[in-house]
């Protein structure tokens, strides 16, 4: 079976209450790297996510009462069934997001550790005794405390890695008993449809996990329906924090942007931590929140590092993301190449230097290493999602901390060091959410709580992470 006949077998129209709802309008899915339409993808709208939201209020007893072994084996079928298609999946999302081939069997295979992950998580949603006698009124009560689904989950998914994040979403939220309404990014709903279908071939009761698309309107509708408890947005900062406002009292929890930054030590392993930049920088053609965007390096090393860095660039193969050798493809439309392309322009003219890059080929921007950007250029100061890399050098660890640290974003940052106490030092000082030594800030292990600060976002994606936000603490206390 191929990418196309994958989307072939799945049912006409959206996932919504007990069937697949026709839709009145389609919207064209296309391929980035050469804008080509790859299909026509069923388009929602408000009166469709309203029947998602009531579909799901009225399932959500069932889905909280389903039993741990039921809820444990729907996740490792649906597992099963993303290995038996992988390599379909992987041709898919080539195809909706233009990422390279490599990237895309890297998605797939970590949607598998985040399904079986969430499976064996069923087994440990446990609560806890309290002592209540710990005052006298309490003396001969027993106190224990469970943890209960929160309700009715919307989860909102970014265009970068659609099959994953929705995993991300869905799959804790049926390991807790929760019913979900997943919203993907309107570019690329498809591999998000698959996977929806996999979990009602599954067994889930079917108003148990629905998809809607649609635009700005439908996303708003959801986030403040009050039958909603949860609100789980993986996007921008910008969209983010309008949800956050928007959607109280809901709870939200939010994976935003960031601008990862790779600290390089004057003592660091300095071919090593060029790889890093190089590995880190350019993977999903940029487009990943936890690529390497800033580089800080001590200045004793700064000449010696960009020395190793220029001869990896070259290594960078560029072109059709359907190639095994391809690193780096189109973005993921028009606007975002011309966004990035304007940044770095403006970078260059505002006194940054081009040490490789800063063109385009077709569609296609070439890795791009910056270097002496100014602090407030965009390319520095936002997050640019493109295979961009800005370089800057400090005089110390403790100016490079405070550099990292002046960022609105805090998701991961990185520091390259031979000496233990100074990479302690760090990761007790940097203000993010994670902190990798002598790796790419851009690993992410999806068994692991994951999520950020400050602008990065609140709350802990993983599988046991996501499902202590999607649960409630109930006290129970029993007097015989």
């Given at each position: 079976m191929s990418a196309r006949e994958l989307l072939g077998a799945l049912p006409a129209g959206l996932p919504i209450g007990a069937g697949w709802t026709t839709t009145a309008q389609t919207a064209p899915v296309r391929f980035p790297y050469d804008g080509s339409t790859v299909t026509q993808a069923p388009w929602g709208d408000t009166a469709d996510a309203e029947a998602a939201v009531e579909a799901a209020h009225e399932v959500a007893a069932e889905m909280a009462g389903l039993p741990g072994h039921r809820r444990r084996a729907i996740l490792t079928t649906v597992a099963a069934e993303v290995r038996a298609r992988a390599d379909d999946l992987a041709e898919l999302l080539v195809l909706e997001t233009g990422k390279p081939l490599v990237d895309c069997r890297v998605e797939v295979a970590r949607t598998l550790v985040t399904l079986e992950t969430a499976a064996e998580e069923?087994?440990?949603?446990?609560?806890?005794?309290?002592?209540?006698?710990?005052?006298?009124?309490?003396?001969?009560?027993?106190?224990?405390?469970?943890?209960?689904?929160?309700?009715?989950?919307?989860?909102?998914?970014?265009?970068?890695?659609?099959?994953?994040?929705?995993?991300?979403?869905?799959?804790?939220?049926?390991?807790?008993?929760?019913?979900?309404?997943?919203?993907?990014?309107?570019?690329?709903?498809?591999?998000?449809?698959?996977?929806?279908?996999?979990?009602?071939?599954a067994g889930c009761p079917a108003a148990g996990v629905q998809l809607v698309t649609g635009g700005v309107e439908v996303g708003k509708l959801l986030t403040t329906h009050p039958r909603v408890a949860a609100v789980s947005f993986t996007g921008s900062a910008q969209v983010?924090?309008?949800?956050?406002?928007?959607?109280?009292?809901?709870?939200?929890?939010?994976?935003?942007?960031?601008?990862?930054?790779?600290?390089?030590?004057?003592?660091?392993?300095?071919?090593?931590?060029?790889?890093?930049?190089?590995?880190?920088?350019?993977?999903?053609?940029?487009?990943?929140?936890?690529?390497?965007?800033?580089?800080?390096?001590?200045?004793?090393?700064?000449?010696?590092?960009?020395?190793?860095?220029?001869?990896?660039?070259?290594?960078?193969?560029?072109?059709?993301?359907?190639?095994?050798?391809?690193?780096?493809?189109?973005?993921?439309?028009?606007?975002?190449?011309?966004?990035?392309?304007?940044?770095?322009?403006?970078?260059?003219?505002?006194?940054?230097?081009?040490?490789?890059?800063?063109?385009?080929?077709?569609?296609?921007?070439?890795?791009?290493?910056?270097?002496?950007?100014?602090?407030?250029?965009?390319?520095?100061?936002?997050?640019?999602?493109?295979?961009?890399?800005?370089?800057?050098?400090?005089?110390?660890?403790?100016?490079?901390?405070?550099?990292?640290?002046?960022?609105?974003?805090?998701?991961?940052?990185?520091?390259?060091?031979?000496?233990?106490?100074?990479?302690?030092?760090?990761?007790?000082?940097?203000?993010?959410?994670?902190?990798l030594v002598n790796e790419v800030p851009g690993f992410r292990a999806d068994n692991m709580p994951y999520g950020g600060v400050k602008d990065s976002g609140i709350g802990r994606e993983g599988p046991r992470f996501a499902m202590e936000e999607l649960t409630v603490t109930k006290m129970v206390m029993i007097r015989p």
């Open positions: 069923v087994g440990h949603l446990t609560g806890e005794t309290v002592a209540l006698d710990m005052q006298p009124a309490g003396e001969g009560m027993l106190g224990f405390w469970v943890r209960r689904p929160v309700g009715v989950v919307v989860g909102i998914t970014g265009f970068n890695y659609p099959l994953l994040l929705a995993a991300h979403k869905v799959a804790p939220s049926v390991a807790a008993g929760c019913p979900v309404i997943v919203k993907p990014a309107p570019n690329t709903p498809l591999a998000t449809l698959v996977l929806i279908d996999l979990f009602r071939q983010g924090h309008q949800i956050a406002r928007a959607a109280a009292p809901r709870k939200v929890l939010l994976e935003l942007g960031s601008n990862a930054a790779l600290v390089v030590g004057r003592d660091a392993d300095l071919d090593r931590a060029a790889e890093a930049v190089v590995r880190g920088g350019f993977y999903a053609s940029g487009q990943a929140c936890i690529s390497v965007q800033r580089v800080i390096v001590e200045e004793p090393v700064r000449e010696a590092l960009l020395e190793r860095l220029e001869p990896l660039l070259k290594t960078v193969t560029t072109g059709d993301p359907r190639s095994a050798d391809t690193r780096v493809s189109a973005l993921v439309d028009e606007a975002s190449t011309e966004r990035v392309h304007s940044w770095v322009d403006r970078a260059v003219a505002a006194g940054a230097r081009c040490l490789a890059g800063g063109t385009a080929q077709g569609r296609v921007l070439q890795p791009t290493v910056l270097v002496d950007v100014p602090e407030d250029a965009e390319c520095w100061a936002e997050e640019i999602f493109g295979p961009v890399v800005c370089v800057r050098s400090v005089s110390d660890m403790d100016a490079a901390v405070e550099l990292v640290n002046r960022s609105r974003y805090g998701l991961q940052a990185a520091v390259f060091t031979r000496d233990l106490a100074v990479a302690l030092d760090v990761v007790r000082r940097l203000d993010v959410g994670g902190v």
